[in-house]
Structure formats: structure tokens, C-alpha cells
């Protein structure tokens, strides 16, 4: 009865001891791919490899990327808009918030150049979520186009004749009046779109369509808006792109797909994403989109690229302007936007671990760039030339080494950020001994800003530390708060309230530590923490898994002996009156061989020979030897054996 629970167990375990390590524990064990920093160590950007071709001809500015592990978990959209006073505004998507139920929907935000929240926009009433695809918010921060997604109860007799409703995504959208949340002007797919132009399969048969799932026929990505008041639709589930009359919705062309208006000289395209308007005279329009060319299960292309379309409505031909081809010919099979700058570069976002690509408007790539590992998506990447001025101050840190405070190799090391300040190019440290307010601030030196973190290094040791901001023009733009600077253990007799002067009898012997050997322990601190964290985290997934591989085995070792008892119910039920008394009753019916048995150890009737009763005994014996196999066989196994008297006739 142990033996099917035995041999699960030992698989299970071997299983356990060649598979490697989870997905997730090994891919959070180690991470260096991600950016780590003394004065912020709750910030982990991803890491980004760049290669420079042509600095001189790189545009001037910022990327803004929303790196994500799981997209409908996450920020995306993020974009920089100006408002109608002039300044600079972000707008990005929030998903959902389970914990808030004002957030259940997903919102959108509108940042300040100081990183404020100026405002939070919900979706229209009677649309179920804040679709991730678009916040594209114009007319100088008044309005605001979404994807607004619903799913209808929809006729589809029209796929195939046969069936009469079904469930369908309809993708619509909305440009919503930013301050009163209401609608503007709402537009169905549904009603302009018939289901017959769509590229992508039914994912279930046509009768569960009608009880589970959807069909999203459209997948719609984004939308844009001409001075006209006409609207510019992308489909990829349709790979057509439409323009649509801001007066009354109706389709005024479509571009590529199933039965498209235009006839497409030189290029082709597919499941395309963020198709914009780029310049229209007359019967001329202009756009730009990033002709994906492949969805997850096709493609139609070797590689993915980024195209301008001039498109003639009196001619009815569209022609291929521009075309960047992803420059490690590989394809997009999800996501990515297509951006033409100010002074007419190109900027790319791949979408695949933030891969990205700037080019000239002859076509010269001057830059690439993508994050260092590959567990992390965006779904664009835009770049600004955007001034940041956080409302929250710069953060310092400041460490001593040496062996007293007053002693000539006393070092103090500093590190200092500002989170978002982008017109900071210097930082100034100032320092003092005594912590009261009417004590002068003495300057300690000045360092160039050398990245998101700024470290700079000072002979002696002083207390109290404040850093601050300066521009390129000498602006003092801001200084941290009062910060301690952390001494050695050994430094801990030290008297916080004292003034300049120190008693070097109150300081113990000094740590035989170098500053160096300091320094590279306290750059890996908050290395070791977070990947501290990262395996405290994997762990607790591994026993989760343990756990549940454990419980299988309990299952099985339980079914095993559940059937084993009830086997042997069914045995001493039915084998023991059944199984014995069908070959004794065979034994007793062998008058072939002259046998008579008179119960059970009665007298055997002498009616052979010795030699013959010799042969009579051993082919009894082997027939014993039959009853007992038969008393471990179950009721049918026993029933269908033969008489043991005929297999020895």
C-alpha cells in the first residue's frame, strides 16, 4: 500500500532537486541591472546601456520612460504637454488601485514641473476602467483623449450567419473636459466599424463568445487630434488607421486594412501603434506611426520600423515619406511610439526593455540605447527638453573616516541628489560643528554635478552638513536640510551638544578601517540591503512552492492508502468467502486425477498407487500454492482463474 505513495514522493523530490531555481528567485537574486544610490535608496531605476554615434547631433533633453513588469500594474503613457499659461505639465496613467476604492477604475495624472499633483482625472461615468493605452491631454491642459473600452452584447451573425449575439470589446473613445469630467464628443467602434474588418481570430468559437470572454476586435491605441477638430484612430486589431469627422463621427478615410480607401505605393503595414497627425494642406495629410508589422502569432515583416505616410485624398494614394528601421532588425510585437522633435529628429520607442533610437532627418541614427536586462517593458518612451524644480529639497549624506575628529587624516565623504532638479550643474557643501542657528556655515567646497548622485570628498570632519543647488548661471536654486554626519562606532563618545572645541580624551581608539576600504563597504550597503530584501522575498515564494509540492504529496500518499483500505475491506468482504471457496470447490469437482477432498484436512481415499498418490502430492501442493497467489487477487481476478484442476490435467 506504500509503494504508490513511496514512489511519488522520491519523483517529487528529484523533480525538486534538478529543477534550478525559480524564474523569479533568480531573476531577483542578484540586481545589479538596477541603479542604486546612498542618499535614496528607495529609488531603483533600471540601469540604461547607451551608444553615443554623433553627439553633436543628439536633440537636447530628457527621456521619459515608465519602465513596468506587469503592464495593467503599472504607470504608463507619460508625456509632457504645455499648458496655456506656457509652462510644462506631465500626464501619465495610473491602473487600478485594489486598496482605494475611489482608484478601483485607474486614473490619470497631471504633474507640475515641481513633481506636484495638480490634478486627477477619472474616467466618464458609464465606462468601466481607465484604459492604459492613451491620456493624451491637448488644448493646452483644457481636454484630455482616452481609449474608452466597454464590452457589448453585440449582434454577430454577420461573422458567419449562424449565430445571433456574442460578447465584444467595443473600443471607442472620448475627449473629456479635463475639469468637469463629462464628455466633449464620444465615439463607438462598434457603430463605424463592422466586426468583418477585423485581422485577428475569434479567440473562442462563436457559441462561448456568448458565455465567456470577449472579443476585442479593434484594440484601439491611440488617438490624436488635427486643428480641424478631426480625430486620428488607430486600430491594431484591424491594422487600419482612420480619420474620423470631429462633427458627426463618421469615417472620412481609412488607411490600410480591410478594404482600405487608399491605395499604398511602397510600403505596407500591420498592427501598428500611435499614429499621429504631422501636417495638413488641403487634400494632403502627413502622419506618423510605428508600423509594428507583427502581433504575437503573425507578422508580415522581418523587422519593425517607424514611418511618416503622406496620404492624397485626391488621388486616393498613400506614399511612404520616411522609414526607420529598428536598428538590431528584430520586430515589436507589442506597443512602442514614434516621435518627430523640434528641430526634426526622430526619437523611437521599441517598447522591448525600453529600446530606444534617435535619428537625424536624413535618416542618420545618432543614438541607441536600452535598459541593461531584459525584465522589464515600457509601452512608450518620449523625449523633452523639460526643466524640472522639485518642491521637495535635495537630500545629503555625509560620512567620516579617520581616527579622532581632530586628527590631519580625518576624511569626510558626501553624497548628494535631487530628485527631478534638472537645472542643478553644481553643488556647494557647507558644514559646522555647533548645531545652533546663529553659528555661520562654513563652506567646505564645490563640485561639478556628475549624474543623479554627486559624490565629493573633503579633508576633516565637521558635524552638522547642509549641501546645496547651483545653476549654470550662479542661481542658488536650493539646500538640503541639517544633516548629522555619521561617525565611526568608535567616534560615539562624542558630545552632540558640543561646540569647536573637542577633548580628545572622550574618543576611543580609532578603526583600523581605510578610508578607501570604508568608502567601498558604504557604496555596497544599500546594494546588499535591497538584494537582502530580494532574496528574504524569493524565499518566501520558494516555501510557497515547497509548500504546495508537499501537499500534493500528502494528496497522493492519502489516495494511496484510501484505496489501500478499501481494497482491503473489499477483500475480507468478498475474497476470503469467495476466493478460497471457488478453487476448493475446483479441487473438489477434479475426479480426472481421483482426488477427494472431505473438507478442510479431511482424509484423502486411497485409490492409486504409491507412485501415482507421489504425483498427486506434488501437484496438490502446487495447487496450495495457487490458493495462496489467489488470496492476495482482488473478487474478479480470482473468480476468473482457472479450475486449478484442470491446469495440472
Not at 466618464?124 to 483623449?145: C, Q, R, S, Y
Not at 522609414?323 to 522591448?352: C, M, Y
Not at 521637495?392 to 567620516?400: G, I, L
Request: aromatic residues 10%; proline residues 3%; charged residues 25%.
Amino acid at each position: 500500500m506504500f509503494l504508490p505513495c513511496l514512489t511519488s514522493f522520491f519523483i517529487s523530490l528529484l523533480l525538486l532537486l534538478l529543477l534550478p531555481k525559480s524564474t523569479i528567485a533568480s531573476q531577483f537574486d542578484e540586481d545589479d541591472d538596477l541603479a542604486t544610490y546612498i542618499t535614496r535608496p528607495e529609488l531603483r531605476p533600471p540601469k540604461f546601456n547607451v551608444t553615443t554615434y554623433k553627439a553633436e547631433s543628439v536633440t537636447p533633453g530628457y527621456w521619459f520612460t515608465a519602465p513596468y513588469a506587469n503592464l495593467y500594474e503599472s504607470v504608463t503613457s507619460d508625456r509632457v504637454f504645455e499648458q496655456l499659461d506656457g509652462s510644462l505639465a506631465m500626464s501619465m496613467i495610473l491602473a487600478p488601485e485594489e486598496n482605494e476604492e475611489e482608484d478601483k477604475r485607474g486614473v490619470g495624472w497631471i504633474v507640475d514641473n515641481s513633481f506636484t499633483l495638480k490634478k486627477t482625472v477619472h474616467m466618464v461615468d458609464g465606462v468601466p476602467k481607465f484604459n492604459m493605452h492613451e491620456f493624451n491631454v491637448i488644448e493646452g491642459g483644457k481636454t484630455a483623449l482616452m481609449v474608452a473600452e466597454q464590452v457589448e452584447e453585440t449582434d454577430i451573425s454577420e461573422l458567419d450567419g449562424k449565430h445571433g449575439t456574442g460578447r465584444v470589446t467595443d473600443n471607442g473613445f472620448v475627449e473629456m473636459d479635463i475639469d468637469t469630467e463629462s464628455a466633449n464628443f464620444k465615439w463607438s467602434g462598434l457603430t463605424h466599424i463592422p466586426l468583418t474588418k477585423s485581422e485577428t481570430n475569434v479567440p473562442y468559437s462563436l457559441g462561448a463568445i456568448m458565455d465567456a470572454g470577449t472579443w476585442d476586435y479593434i484594440h484601439m491605441n491611440s488617438i490624436d487630434k488635427n486643428a480641424d477638430g478631426d480625430y486620428l484612430v488607430s486600430g491594431r486589431h484591424t491594422c487600419a488607421i482612420y480619420k474620423v469627422s470631429g462633427e458627426d463621427g463618421h469615417i472620412i478615410w481609412q488607411l490600410g486594412g480591410v478594404e482600405g480607401d487608399f491605395k499604398m505605393e511602397g510600403f505596407d503595414f500591420a498592427y501598428q501603434h500611435d499614429a499621429r497627425f504631422r501636417y495638413e494642406n488641403g487634400s494632403i495629410t502627413v502622419i506618423s506611426f510605428l508600423n509594428n508589422a507583427a502581433d504575437l502569432g503573425t507578422s508580415i515583416a522581418s523587422y519593425s520600423s517607424g514611418m511618416v505616410i503622406k496620404v492624397d485624398t485626391s488621388t486616393m494614394k498613400a506614399s511612404l515619406v520616411h522609414k526607420w528601421d529598428r536598428p538590431d532588425h528584430e520586430l515589436t510585437r507589442k506597443r512602442g511610439n514614434v516621435q518627430i522633435l523640434n528641430n526634426l529628429n526622430t526619437f523611437i520607442g521599441w517598447s522591448a526593455n525600453s529600446y530606444l533610437s534617435e535619428y537625424t532627418p536624413d535618416g542618420e541614427m545618432v543614438l541607441e540605447a536600452q535598459f541593461a536586462s531584459h525584465r522589464f517593458e515600457t509601452y512608450r518612451t518620449y523625449k523633452f527638453n523639460f526643466t524640472g524644480k522639485p518642491e521637495e529639497p535635495p537630500v545629503v549624506k555625509a560620512f567620516a573616516f579617520g581616527t579622532t575628529p581632530l586628527a590631519g587624516a580625518t576624511t569626510t565623504v558626501y553624497y548628494v541628489s535631487w530628485n527631478g532638479a534638472t537645472e542643478v550643474t553644481s553643488w556647494n557643501f557647507y558644514a559646522k560643528n555647533d548645531h545652533s542657528t546663529a553659528a555661520d556655515w562654513i563652506l567646505i567646497g564645490s563640485t561639478n554635478k556628475t549624474g543623479f548622485e554627486t559624490m565629493y570628498q573633503a579633508d576633516g570632519f565637521m558635524k552638522y552638513v547642509i549641501a546645496e543647488g547651483v545653476s549654470k548661471t550662479g542661481e542658488r536654486l536650493g539646500n538640503s536640510s541639517v544633516e548629522v554626519t555619521t561617525m565611526p562606532p568608535n567616534w560615539s563618545s562624542f558630545d552632540s551638544d558640543s561646540n569647536d572645541e573637542f577633548d580628545d580624551d572622550e574618543l576611543t581608539e580609532a578603526s583600523s578601517l581605510s578610508i578607501q576600504e570604508a568608502k567601498d563597504k558604504l557604496a555596497k550597503l544599500t546594494v546588499k540591503s535591497s538584494k537582502l530584501n530580494a532574496r528574504i522575498t524569493a524565499l518566501v515564494r520558494d516555501v510557497r512552492v515547497l509548500l504546495g509540492v508537499f501537499l500534493i504529496l500528502f494528496a497522493c500518499c492519502f489516495l494511496a492508502a484510501a484505496g489501500a483500505l478499501v481494497y482491503l475491506f473489499r477483500y475480507r468482504l468478498h475474497g476470503s468467502n469467495g476466493g478460497y471457496a471457488a478453487v476448493e470447490e475446483g479441487m473438489k469437482n477434479a475426479p480426472q486425477i481421483g482426488l477427494e477432498m472431505r473438507g478442510h484436512g479431511g482424509e484423502r481415499e486411497e485409490l492409486l498407487s504409491s507412485d501415482e498418490r507421489t504425483s498427486i502430492d506434488s501437484l496438490a501442493s502446487l495447487a496450495a500454492g495457487s490458493i495462496a497467489a489467489s488470496s492476495i487477487s482482488d473478487e474478479h481476478d480470482v473468480t476468473d482463474r482457472h479450475d486449478p484442476g484442470q491446469q495440472h490435467r
